[in-house]
């Protein structure tokens, strides 16, 4: 029988497993894939954004949801431990813009190599294609968990490690959060986040794969700024998306209705300027289009539309433009609006917000305070944050937690006993 039972070998389910087996137990691992860490691959574009390389105040400062919990997980593992234990198996890293941290390589498939090969060598047992249907209770503890093909795997204390609902097609199609409501645990309702989001207007459709760079997104609801930030964004098939929106959809309302995005097409200049400057440059225009002279401004396909978006005849000559239209460009310019209709779904999300409410985990050892062998880790937990590696810590951080105390959770039982 092994004595812990890691279920799903992504990000937490890795390093929940290394750490079990390093605290000296016998421990198998089941993934439903055919490989390890599938998610871990498709990260920061095939880069893998592993971490970030700031401390434990100001990573907290960038989770969105629950960040107390995640004191002593940071604190037993920090970004700068993941680090070093990348470096020792032999997959160097580099820290970039942001203290972004990325292997030296560029590739996410040497993590998840030097992590198979750390697992190898703590002698843990991996069973690959291996889906774990339901996880088998008696009086109140887990004690095993049956697989699809009906097999019972015993165990003496279990971490579920599936991860969340978003990109299926990794393995994270939400199991975990089924286990967790069978054996009587709150599930907060899964919800996407840093995700694209779809707008009322269709304009932004026409400018598919246009990417605005310098600009300033600004999320409100009301009078309320929910978001306001400077970067880049990128208009799709079905609204925004790109790095500023991402963000802003941490903190986008549930429902979202009400929400509006505002951009800043010229964050660099007051509205003053800004009309100073388009008066000097429609006299010198004479009778150019308007939708010509706004080129030098803006990206020629947005240019093409703006007078319209603005209210105003496209093919207005400059020479006819009155001080009341030039000021309605300067404030759609300055405050180009957007209404937000939804967020992208789930299974575009890079994150799901929800799932295993942090009421009834201990953070100082990610077991469930339902079930004493039962532990948790990594994005099935209620709790997420912004880009920048914050959640592949959060995997890396909690898992390593949760493996190293349920070693400790059985020395503690069998010394009882
Ligand atoms: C496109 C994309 C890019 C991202 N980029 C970054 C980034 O650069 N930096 C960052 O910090 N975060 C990034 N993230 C988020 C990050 O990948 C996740 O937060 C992290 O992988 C969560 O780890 P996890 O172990 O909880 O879940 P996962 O990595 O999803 O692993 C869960 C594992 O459990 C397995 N599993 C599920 N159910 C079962 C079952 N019933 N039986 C057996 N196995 C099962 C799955 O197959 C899977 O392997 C990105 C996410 C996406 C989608």
Not at 148 to 168: D, F, H, K, M, R
Not at 231 to 260: I, K, W, Y
Not at 262 to 275: F, M, R
Not at 286 to 298: D, F, P, Q, V, Y
Request: net charge positive; proline share 6%.
């Amino acid at each position: 029988m092994p004595d812990i039972l890691v279920v799903g070998g992504g990000a937490s389910g890795m390093v929940a497993s290394l750490f079990a087996a390093r605290a000296g137990a016998s421990v198998l691992l089941l993934e439903k894939n055919e490989k390890l860490g599938k998610k871990v691959y498709i990260t920061g574009k095939g880069r893998c954004n592993l971490t970030n390389d700031c401390d434990r105040d100001e990573f907290l400062a960038q989770v969105a949801r629950n960040p107390r919990f995640l004191y002593s997980a940071l604190s037993f593992f920090s970004p700068r431990d993941m680090m070093s234990l990348l470096e020792s198996a032999g997959c160097p890293v580099q820290v970039q813009r942001g203290r972004r941290v990325f292997p030296l390589s560029e590739k996410a498939s040497d993590v998840t190599r030097a992590l198979a090969s750390c697992l190898r060598d703590a002698g843990v047992r991996v069973r690959l294609n291996s889906p774990v249907r339901s996880l088998v209770t008696e009086s109140g503890r887990v004690v095993g968990v049956r697989l699809e093909n009906g097999e019972t795997v015993p165990a003496q204390a279990v971490i579920l490690c599936t991860g969340g609902l978003s990109y299926p097609a990794t393995g994270s199609t939400g199991d975990g959060y089924r286990f967790a409501a069978e054996t009587g645990h709150t599930v907060l309702p899964p919800v996407p986040v840093l995700v694209g989001l779809e707008t009322e207007e269709s304009w932004p459709r026409s400018l598919q794969g246009l990417s605005l760079r310098n600009v300033a997104l600004t999320l409100s609801l009301g009078k309320k700024t929910l978001y306001s930030e400077l970067g880049e964004m990128l208009f799709t098939h079905f609204g925004v998306s790109g790095p500023l929106v991402l963000e802003a959809s941490c903190h986008l309302p549930d429902p979202p209705r009400g929400s509006l995005l505002t951009v800043d097409l010229k964050p660099g200049l007051s509205a003053e300027q800004l009309d100073a400057r388009l008066l000097r440059d429609f006299a010198a225009a004479g009778k150019k289009l308007l939708r010509t002279e706004l080129s030098s401004l803006l990206p020629a396909r947005l240019a093409d539309i703006f007078p319209g978006l603005c209210g105003l005849p496209s093919s207005l000559p400059c020479s006819q433009m009155t001080a009341p239209q030039r000021q309605k460009l300067v404030a759609v310019l300055k405050c180009l609006p957007l209404t937000v209709s939804a967020p992208r779904p789930l299974d575009e999300a890079i994150v799901t917000r929800g799932g295993v409410s942090v009421k009834e985990i201990e953070p100082g050892t990610m077991r469930s305070r339902l079930v004493p062998n039962l532990f948790f880790a990594g994005e099935l937990i209620d709790t997420d944050a912004h880009t920048g590696g914050y959640n592949l810590q959060i995997a890396w951080s909690t898992g390593a937690l949760a493996g190293r105390s349920s070693v400790d959770s059985q020395c503690e039982k069998s010394r009882q006993s």
